[in-house]
Every structure is written in C-alpha cells, then in structure tokens.
C-alpha cells in the first residue's frame, strides 16, 4: 500500500506544526480517538484543523495529489475508515471548528466539530434547547448528516430537521450556504445524505425555549420479555396521539433497560404505566425532571476500551416480530465466545415524528408515515477475540431480522445512516427518487467526484445504493 508521499509532503510545508504523523508524539493519541478500537487503525497522517482557511487549503492539496483522506469529529462511528484509515490516506480531524455564536431569530450557528454536550450546556446557559444526540460526546457532524435520532423524536424530527442553514466547503474549494433559499437542492440532501458533498464547516440549528423533560430508565428481567414488548408496543401506539413520549427498549445481557421519556414536566403520560406492573431489577436512573443536558449526561457515561461493531434493520410496530427478535438474540449470542457481548435496542420513531420532520421541511431519507422501529445491533468486545465473529454476529441480527419482518409484511426500506454497518446499502434504502435527487446534486455540486474517489470510507453514492 502506497504511503499519500507527495500529500504529506505538502501538508508538512503547509502545516509543520499541525501535522501528526507516526514519529510525532501526539501520533499514538490521534489513532486511539475513535468509539471503537476496531477503528484504531494507523492512518498516514492526522491533521487537526482549527479554521475554515486552513481546511480549505488542506482539502485542496488532499485533492492536488490525489490522496485519499477521512474527515472525522469526535470518531464515534464505529465504522473502519469512516472517520478512520489505514497508511495510504490522511484523516482530517476538524474538531476545533468549534464556534458557537447565537442569532438574534434564535438560530444558533455552531461549528461542525463541537459534540452535543457542548451544544446543549452553551445553549441551557441561555434557556435554550436543540435537537441533538442522546450522549454529550457524540458530535455533530456524523449525527446531524446521518439524520440523527435525538430523545424526543416524535415531537420535534430528526436532528437534520432542525438545521436551518448548512455552510459547506465544496470540492472545488468554494465556501457556500444550502439553506431553503441559497442551494435549495443541496440543502435537502444533506438532510440525511451523509459526506457525500462536501465538508460541513458550520451547522445553524433551531433552538427552542428549553424542553423541560422527565426521564426514567429501568433494569427489567429479561424472562419478562413477553410482557416487555408488549409495554414497549403499547407505548409506541400511544406516541401517536402524544408525541411528547419517548422511548428506548435496550435487550442486554441479563437486563431489559427501558428508558422512559417524556417532553413535559406538569404531567405523567397515563401511558407509562404500561411497565408498571412489571417487577424491575433496579432503577439505573430515577424518575428526574431535567433536560437534554442532564439526560445526556445520565445516559452518556465513560465508556470502556472495546471493539465495536453495530447494524441496523427499520421495520413496523409488531410484539410478534420482537419476540421473534428476542428468539433469534438468544440464538446467536450463545454462539459468541466469553466477553463478547451483543445487545440490541428497540428505537422508536412514529408517523408522527415522521410528520414532524416533513412540517420542518422535509429531509432525503424516505421515511415512510407509519410507527417504526430503528434497530441497533450492537456487539462489544475485547482485544485477543476473533473481530470477524463479531462483525458477523451484528450482520447476522440484520440479515435475519430483514427475513423475518419481510415474511410478516413488516420490513421498511429505510435504514438509519448512524446506526448501520458500514457494508449496508444505507442510501438505496432512502428510495429511488431520493438516490437520484442525491446523484444529481453530487454531480452538480462536486463534478469531479472528489467526495467519492478520494474518501477513504462512508456510506457513498458509489457504495451504499
Ligand atoms: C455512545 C454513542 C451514542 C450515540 N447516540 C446516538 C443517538 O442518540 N442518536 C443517533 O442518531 N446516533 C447516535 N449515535 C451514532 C452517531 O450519531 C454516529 O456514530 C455518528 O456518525 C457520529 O458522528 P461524529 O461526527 O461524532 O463521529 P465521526 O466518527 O467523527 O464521523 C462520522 C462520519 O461522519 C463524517 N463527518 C463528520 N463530520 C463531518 C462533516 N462536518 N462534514 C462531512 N462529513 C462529516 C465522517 O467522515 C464519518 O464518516 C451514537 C453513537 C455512540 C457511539
């Protein structure tokens, strides 16, 4: 595999203070960002940027030479050589593009490389909320790109539903804005579309007057599980008249969490009694009238060293189907060696958080207006095991999972961008209009296909249809 040479070279004259490379100190700390140490991989170079100026002049000589580059935030995608890659290419890290500065009409514009914990403690300092992801450490960039699924989705989208205005650093080295107005077609597909068309400097997102929220999470037996899809069931039926509800159903290794969530402190949703009579293990966290910030911050938590792998199927609401589901877990982890942990997660999104995401605009993903549920599959696990065993033990949750919901009329195209694996046909499932809609706008926006010859990873337009 060929060393980017004359791309270091450049970066080098360019950056001689900035730039990491494998005999520079901070070397070993730049490859062990990423979530997940399968993405610990020694890239050629990592280059951390700290203003728009300079990653446009580093994007143009990545482009001169020819060399292949990943950009990357916080590394959370546990995807190889998403935000990650091996000897032959340059990871540009853009974490310091980390302005936050609030307008008068309540947009806050709020550089790409801040995480949501940074977002929602600057913005809760002025009574503000936004949409954004469930732990403070995910950032924004592959979140708000992949649609981004945040606590109260029913009531308020999907993160890339609340961006008003993406300001975007072409291929050509152009700066531009994609908003309603200023490049209307850019603007919709990078609602979901992913890195496909460009560098995302700078997100202007809605703030609302802070969302007060109640939250409760549960440790449940899972030889309840019966009694626990049906609760489950049960309340993703009742979102669609109180879309104030939020949930998350998470099957683990000798516990159910169940985290219960509601938009409002002056009421209980009648609803959240449908786990009442259900004996728990233990309350993880207790019933608490918070905020965004403070469920992140309870559910975001210092995470161990491991090797991850996740995968994603969309399907309908149906308690036949999560039992199914619950079957087909037992099966497969019992095939797994000591330590390697696979958990999955009931994630729902229902027609009217669809509705919702429509009311602001709309977005790329083809989201179909009925009650779904955004499976995540998840395989943790330690160095010294086999990481293909794991790997396939997540595609074979998906794989299976798509069979079955399939034969009981419930499968759903889409699949969520920050939840699938990487070798998931994420765009196709957006649709044919929207996979034409995307290929047009690349083609017009970035002629020469520098995004796609030259990305070293990601769900792309020449990859994931
Ligand atoms: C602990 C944890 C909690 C999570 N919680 C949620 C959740 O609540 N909801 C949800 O939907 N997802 C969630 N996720 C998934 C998360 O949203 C994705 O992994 C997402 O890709 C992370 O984005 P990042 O920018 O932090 O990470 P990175 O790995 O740095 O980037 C991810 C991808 O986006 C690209 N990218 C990043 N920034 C830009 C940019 N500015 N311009 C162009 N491309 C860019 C990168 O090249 C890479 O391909 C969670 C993940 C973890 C590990």
Redesign the pocket.
Known sequence: MALPTAALTQLQATFPDNLITPTTTPYQTARTT??SQTCWTSAAGYLPLSTVNDLTTALSIIQKTGSKF?????????NVG??SADETAIVLD?RQLNSMELMPDGIARVG?GC?WGEVYAWLEGQGLSAIG???P???????L??????ALPNLYGL?ADNVKNFEILLANGTLINANAHDNPDLYRVLKGG??NF????RFDIQTYPLIPIQYTITLYNPTDHLAINHATATIQAAMETDPKIGLFTNFNHGFVAVGLLYGDHTKQPEICTAFKGLESIMTAVPPTKGTILSLATAM?HV?EERKRAISTITTKVSVELYEDVYTLWNGVRSTLPDGCILHYTIQPMSAAGVRAGEERGGNVLGLEGVGQVWWVFTCEWPTGIDDSIAQAAVETMSARVEILAREKELLLDFK????ATGSQRVLGGYGAENVKRMQDVAGKYDPEGVFQRL?F??FLLGNSV
Not at 145 to 150: A, I, Q
């Open positions: 990423p979530w990943a950009v990357r935030t916080t590394g959370h995608n546990p998403f935000s853009i790409a995480t992801g469930r732990d450490q995910v950032g924004l960039g592959g979140f790109l992949g649609g981004g699924m945040g993160g992913g890195s460009g560098i995302v400097t975001g995470q969520c961008m920050t939840f990305q990873g990601g």
